[in-house]
């Protein structure tokens, strides 16, 4: 690391004196602890869910380094639990050939656990610490999901990308008359459907939808079915079978195709955490494949991560943009 020993540790300790409203609500036990660069400790991001931390390193870091940084959380904070997921910029391409070194299934701190159950805003949320990369639950989204629960009573959704269904268990608790959960991956709606059942919510399978987005979207449109709120939250890189997605040159194409499935008066939920895609780039495109589509849209709340978790600076600005359009 390019700090000292001592100023790591205290960059560690302020990061989590920041979350202090969010570690005294008894609601919510899933947060994103260190942010990287804008608190001092660039290429690191360290989750919380529950007792277990998950460390995320974005470039290579030798072993010292590691240690360094691992040894710096035992004196800040004495995690009992510490996963260690390597991502750097190529893991998007290695995940298949070195998970073992990319994403251990050991812990590197504490007795390895299958999984836990975290809380966000009271719904429960399953999270398996060793399965790959991603854990079950992005927290930038926590301020979304919460939007989006109070949004929706007696509605339909239409929730894309649908990964753990995070945004399906948020529409369900606010209310939803049906939420249609999409995403490629069976496994990650059966993930879905679990969560569903946390809280307590009744699962109709055919809501879990395992199948290319873009294949679902033409044929809800060739048959007129639409819905009062689509939820797009895709990866800034997909390839299915059918169809390659890059959020930075087809997102244009994907609102296109949301836009006509959206009732008149309905509302777009279009999301994109491409850091590299500028925000007035990210709302031009939306607009275009809204316009494409044929539909007029006036301009509803942007919204994004919680500063209080995800804070960010003029050199670092936050990857993740909402832009909520209400169409015409």
């Known amino acids: 690391m390019s700090l000292s020993s001592a100023s790591l540790v205290e960059c560690l300790r302020q990061a989590r004196e920041r979350r202090a409203p969010l570690r005294e609500d008894p609601r919510t036990t899933a947060y994103r602890l260190v942010n990287g660069a804008p608190e001092g400790v660039p290429d690191v991001t360290v989750d919380v869910f529950e007792s277990l931390h998950v460390v995320s390193l974005y470039r290579d870091f030798s072993s010292e380094e590691e240690a360094a940084l691992l040894g710096a959380m035992d004196s800040a904070w004495a995690p009992a639990l510490v996963y260690l997921k390597r991502r750097p910029r190529e893991a ?43 854990v079950g639950l992005y927290l930038d989204m926590r301020d979304t999901r919460a939007w989006l629960a109070g949004q929706v ?31 490629a991956s069976r496994r990650v709606l059966d993930w879905g459907e679990e969560n569903a059942r946390l809280n307590g919510q009744l699962v109709e399978r055919y809501d879990y939808v395992a199948g290319d987005v873009f294949d679902w979207l033409e044929r809800l449109a060739r048959k007129g079915e639409t819905f009062d709120v689509v939820v797009a939250d895709p990866p800034s890189f997909a390839t299915t079978r059918t169809s390659r997605f890059s959020a930075a040159k087809d997102y244009a194409s994907l609102a296109e195709a949301c836009a006509r499935v ?18 007035r780039r990210f709302e031009a495109m939306v607009a275009e494949g809204v316009a494409r589509a044929g539909r007029r849209s006036r301009g509803g709340p942007s919204l994004g991560p919680s500063p209080v978790d995800f804070p960010a600076s003029a050199e670092h600005p936050a990857a993740l943009k909402v832009r909520v359009l209400e169409l015409a």
């Open 262 to 279: 959206v009732v008149p008066g309905g509302r777009l939920v279009a999301c994109c955490n491409l850091a590299t895609l500028a925000p």
């Open 153 to 183: 009573r007696g509605l339909t959704v239409l929730n894309l990308f649908s990964y753990t269904c995070g945004f399906g268990v948020a529409a369900h608790a606010g209310g939803a008359r049906r939420v249609l959960n999409v995403d």
């Open 92 to 134: 998007r391409h290695l995940a298949n050939v070195a998970r073992d070194k990319l994403a251990p299934e050991e812990a590197v701190r504490g007795a390895s656990v299958e999984s836990v159950v975290a809380l966000e805003n009271g719904w429960r949320f399953l999270i398996r610490p060793a399965q790959g990369l991603s």
